[in-house]
C-alpha cells in the first residue's frame, strides 16, 4: 500500500535526468542521501547497547555463556527494554519459527556482534555533503528564478519526502506485523489446544477462520515442500544477474535469510541474502559486507539501506535465496548488477 511514495523519487529522477544529462543515471539519488531515516535511527539506538557492551567485559563474558547473571546488569536491561518499547521486537513479524518468543537470544546475538566492532563507522562513509551541496547547486543554476525554479525545488523536495517516507513506512508497518504475529502466534497456540494435532503448519487465514468462527475445524495439515525442495539442485547456478542498487564491490560468505535463527545467527562481514529486506531486518544491515534480494529496483527498501550506508547491493536476482546457500562464498557487484557464486566454505 506503500509502494506509491517511491513514486515521487522516481519522477524527481526522471526530471533531473532529463535536465542535468548525469553520465549516471542514478546520480539523483544523491541529493536524497543523508535523510532522517527512522531505520537508521533505531540501528544507532542498537549500537548503543553494543558500545555499552563492548565497554562491560563480564557482561560480554556473561551473554557468550548464557548466564543468568549477565541479564542482572540493570543499565543493559534498560537499554534493551527500551530500545524494545520504542522499536518493538526486531525477530518479531518476520518468520513463523517463534519469532515472538521472550527469548531474547538471537537479538543477543546480534547485539554482540555489533560490539566486536563499530559498524556505525560505515554511516560516513559512503555520501560526501560537499558533492551532495554542489550536485544541488548545480541542478537549480539551471533555472532562472520564477516558476520553473520553484517546480524544480518542489520536485527535489517531494523527493526528499518520498524517500524518508518510503523507508520509515517500512518501520512503522514493521511494528504492526509484529502484534499480528502475536495475535496469530496466540490463535495457533489456542488452537492447538482444541485440536488433536500441532496448528504450526495452519495457514495464516485459516487461523484467522478459526478465531472468527470457534465452530471451524481446518483440515490436519501436512508438512508443505520448501521453494528449495521443489527446485532441481542438480545444476549449482555460477552468476546470477539482478538490477545495480547499490553501487561497489563486496566479497563473503554468504548468509541466506529464511528463518529467524539465520538472521539470529548473522555474522559480521557476512553478505545478507534474502527473498526481500524486511522492515525488521535492516538492523542487520550495518553488519553486513553486501546484499542480494530477489526483490528488485533501485528505490526498494534494501536497496534504500545499503545505499545509506554504503553497502554493495543487487536486487532482482531470481530465485536468490534458492540459488545461493549458506556458506557459499559470493562476490556481489553493485556497479552491474552481477553475482558471482563460488565454493562453500
Known sequence: ????????????????????????????????SESPLLSKKRNRALQGIAAYVRQNRGLQRGIKTGQATALDDTEFLRL?????????????????????????????NVIMQMAAGDPGEKESLRYDNGKKMNLEVSFLEKFAPGQNLARAEDLLDLARASYRLRDDDNILHGRIQEEYSRALQEGRRRLTERMDFDAGLVEDSEIVRCLVDRHYKPASPGARPTPAEKMNRSAKARQLLGQPAGPGIARGRARVIVSNSDLGNFHKGEV??????????????????????????????????????????????????????????????????????????
Open 80 to 108: 534493551l527494554h527500551e530500545f524494545i518499547g520504542q522499536y518493538g521486537d526486531p525477530f518479531c513479524g518476520i518468520y513463523d519459527d517463534k519469532s515472538c518468543d521472550v527469548s531474547r537470544a538471537e537479538l543477543l
Open 1 to 32: 500500500d506503500f509502494i506509491p511514495f517511491a513514486h515521487g523519487m522516481r519522477l524527481f529522477g526522471k526530471f533531473y535526468n532529463d535536465t542535468v544529462s548525469p553520465a549516471d543515471p542514478f546520480e539523483f539519488i544523491e541529493l536524497l
Open 272 to 345: 545478507l541474502v534474502c527473498d526481500a529486506v524486511d522492515p525488521n531486518m535492516t538492523f542487520i544491515v550495518p553488519l553486513a559486507a553486501g546484499i542480494i534480494e530477489r526483490r528488485g529496483g533501485m528505490l526498494i527498501h534494501g536497496a534504500i539501506i545499503a545505499r545509506e550506508y554504503g553497502i554493495a547491493c543487487v536486487t532482482g536476482v531470481p530465485d536468490a535465496a534458492i540459488l545461493i546457500q549458506t556458506g557459499d562464498q559470493v562476490t556481489v557487484d553493485g556497479f552491474l548488477g552481477i553475482v558471482t557464486i563460488g565454493h562453500r566454505s
